[in-house]
């Protein structure tokens, strides 16, 4: 890896914001409604990285008031693609990985 070159999906929040903008284009507040315990900051960071990187494109729409919305660019729809059978397998054992999770905590709980 080159020097200074981050990782493209380096945060958890990443792939979730991909998976929401799949069906099509999301206001800010939208976003952030959909996902739960992300703060308005973290949003706006991983936002900012994802139209950076090229996966998304922020497009203000004249209107009153003035609106934000986010959608996926061609690359993104591709990444989206790419990652689509990991978001499915995270759906799909959440509540499998929450389980092993507590099973493993109190395991471990030495307080």
Known sequence: MRSGCRPL???KW???VI???GPGPRRFT???RG???ISQRMLTVTLRNLERDGILVRTVLEVMPPHVEYRLTEMG???LEAVEP???WGRENVARVESARADYDARTDVA
Request: glycine share 4%; no cysteine; aromatic share 0%.
């Open 9 to 11: 999906i380096e945060d």
């Open 14 to 16: 990443s792939l979730l």
């Open 19 to 21: 998976a929401m903008l």
């Open 30 to 32: 939208e976003l952030k």
């Open 35 to 37: 996902l739960d315990g």
């Open 77 to 79: 729809v591709t990444l």
């Open 86 to 88: 990991m978001i499915a």
